[in-house]
């Protein structure tokens, strides 16, 4: 069992290369953070890391930008995911986002979220 960040918050912490997904992190570090658990997912602890968080001035597990992702899907909080995949993630991080989507595929909001945003991946269209 463990308590990590997530969903948005993480979307706005940087990696360790100093990537950003999303670029609002005064919209959700100047608030109470959010904590996601890991008993809430049939994901466990993959993509999570111990990590330092500047925003946060302190260590905390954050998910990867693809797990964060997969959390918020699995919540049905999709509302502004539209066209994330191509503005957030490489294409490693794609195709570890389709891998969890696809252990936690229980519903059709993740189908559809696969379908949609993972197209060619669904599909099983190969680029080489």
């Known amino acids: 069992i ?9 979307l706005n912490i940087p ?10 992190p005064n919209l ?5 953070v959010k904590f996601y658990d890991t008993l809430d997912f049939d994901l466990g602890n993959i993509g999570i890391k111990y990590r ?3 925003a946060l001035n302190g260590y905390f ?3 990867n930008f693809a797990r964060a992702i997969a959390d918020l899907v699995y919540l049905n909080q999709m509302n502004d995911l539209k066209n994330c995949v191509n503005d957030f993630l490489n294409d490693e991080e ?11 595929n229980k519903n059709k909001n993740v189908e559809n979220f696969i379908k949609f ?12």
């Open 28 to 32: 959700y570090f100047n608030k109470d």
């Open 52 to 54: 330092y968080v500047k």
């Open 117 to 128: 945003e993972l197209t060619k991946l669904y599909f099983g269209v190969n680029n080489a």
């Open 94 to 104: 794609e195709v570890e986002l389709y891998n969890y989507l696809k252990k936690i």
């Open 15 to 24: 990696t360790e290369n100093g990537e950003t997904a999303d670029w609002h």
């Open 2 to 10: 463990m308590k990590y960040l997530s969903g948005w918050e993480a």
């Open 61 to 63: 597990y954050v998910a």
